[in-house]
Nanobody
Framework: QVQLVESGGGLVQPGGSLRLSCAAS????????VQWYRQAPGKGRELVAV???????LYGDSVKGRSTISGDNATNTVHLQIDNLKPEDAAICCC?????WGQGTRVTVSS
């Protein structure tokens, strides 16, 4: 049974940073791609970032240049840091490994 648990969301002021975490159990995050998606109210799901099993990374245009995705094999966790947060970054963020999704963590950006 694969489980993904996200954490790290919360309320942050514009210009601030958040580090989201996706803790996996039942499968190694290093075994295949892990993706972070987000969905803002009234909008479709958006791919935010991907880390490949060889460590290659890919970012969505909306966060490119101000986000970093990384994997920690020791804790079997994938982190996503987003800097210079904007109100339009507010969303539910979820991670995905293979066919499995986490429940998500909410990011709110407001002053």
């Amino acid at each position: 049974q694969v489980q993904l648990v996200e954490s790290g969301g919360g309320l942050v002021q514009p210009g601030g940073s958040l580090r989201l975490s996706c803790a996996a159990s039942g499968r190694a995050v290093s075994s295949e791609n892990v993706q972070w998606y987000r969905q803002a109210p009234g909008k479709g799901r958006e791919l935010v970032a991907v880390i490949g099993h060889l460590g290659t990374t890919l970012y969505g245009d909306s966060v490119k240049g101000r986000s970093t995705i990384s994997g920690d094999n020791a804790t079997n966790t994938v982190h996503l840091q987003i800097d210079n947060l904007k109100p339009e970054d507010a969303a539910i963020c979820c991670c995905k490994l293979s066919m499995y999704w986490g429940q998500g963590t909410r990011v709110t950006v407001s002053s």
